[in-house]
């Protein structure tokens, strides 16, 4: 299973971006999916988390309406919508999901995306 982030890029203070992670490979279903951030000579911090049905969400206290979680299983992708972005939101932005594979065997565990760049300037 590969996870796949999108969206990132170099946004003004105030401005907004949609961040994308989409899941491929065969034969899986995702349970719960998260957004964490890693900004420079900081630890991964988690931002944002959806249950596998998206009727549950939960939020850093740093971004607190102003981000919105959410995904479309259809489309394995999850996504989150950042408005009213601050210098401070800059990082590096991962997906994580908790993923089941089926095939000669059943096998549980996390993935992570390769990450994708956010930067707000001031």
């Known amino acids: 299973v590969q996870l796949v982030e999108s969206g990132g890029g170099l946004v003004q203070a105030g401005g907004s971006l949609r961040l994308s992670c989409a899941a491929s490979?065969?034969?899986?279903?995702?349970?719960?999916m998260g957004w964490y951030r890693q900004a420079p000579g900081e630890q991964r911090e988690l931002v944002a988390t959806?249950?596998?049905?998206?009727?549950?969400?939960s939020y850093a206290d740093s971004v607190k309406g102003r981000f919105t979680i959410s995904r479309d299983n259809a489309k394995n992708t999850m996504y989150l919508q950042m408005n009213s972005l601050k210098p401070e939101d800059t990082a590096v932005y991962y997906c994580?999901?908790?993923?089941?594979?089926?095939?000669?065997?059943?096998?549980?565990?996390?993935?992570w995306g390769q990450g994708t760049q956010v930067t707000v300037s001031s």
């Open positions: 994580n999901a908790d993923v089941e594979t089926y095939g000669s065997s059943w096998a549980r565990r996390w993935y």
């Open positions: 959806i249950t596998s049905g998206g009727g549950s969400t």
């Open positions: 490979g065969s034969t899986f279903s995702i349970n719960a």
